[in-house]
């Protein structure tokens, strides 16, 4: 079984940066595409980024494109979210995921596994 454990969240003023980190142990990891989600409170989930097992597929939702990065350390089992230009709009709780399969998955219902969530508020 897989256990994520998300880090890194917290508060930081409109334009400012955080770097969000998913700690992974299990088996699975290393062949599993990850996924990086957010809710927001009144909102529906939606995907912030995805990555594929071997790094080379990546997905931004079109609200973070060009200021999120997401990256993985398989050899660390930890997959990162950095975020910079943050708007007071990416106030959420964070929550990373690990798919069931290596390829590239933009949907919850592809992933398996979740975090726990880390909190993340930017004030304007």
């Known amino acids: 079984q897989v256990q994520l454990v998300e880090s890194g969240g917290g508060l930081v003023q409109a334009g400012g940066s955080l770097r969000l980190s998913c700690a992974a142990s299990?088996?699975?990891?290393?062949?599993?595409?990850m996924g990086w989600f957010r809710q927001a409170p009144g909102k529906e989930q939606e995907i912030v980024a995805a990555?594929?097992?071997?790094?080379?597929?990546?997905y931004y939702a079109d609200s973070v494109r060009g200021r999120f990065t997401i990256s993985r350390d398989n050899a660390k089992n930890t997959v990162y979210l950095q975020m910079n230009g943050l708007k007071p709009e990416d106030t959420a709780v964070y929550y990373c995921?690990?798919?069931?399969?290596?390829?590239?998955?933009?949907?919850?219902?592809?992933?398996?596994?979740w975090g726990q969530g880390t909190q993340v508020t930017v004030s304007s």
């Open positions: 299990g088996v699975t990891f290393s062949t599993s595409a």
């Open positions: 995921a690990a798919s069931y399969t290596a390829a590239l998955v933009t949907t919850s219902s592809g992933y398996r596994y």
């Open positions: 990555i594929s097992w071997s790094a080379v597929s990546t």
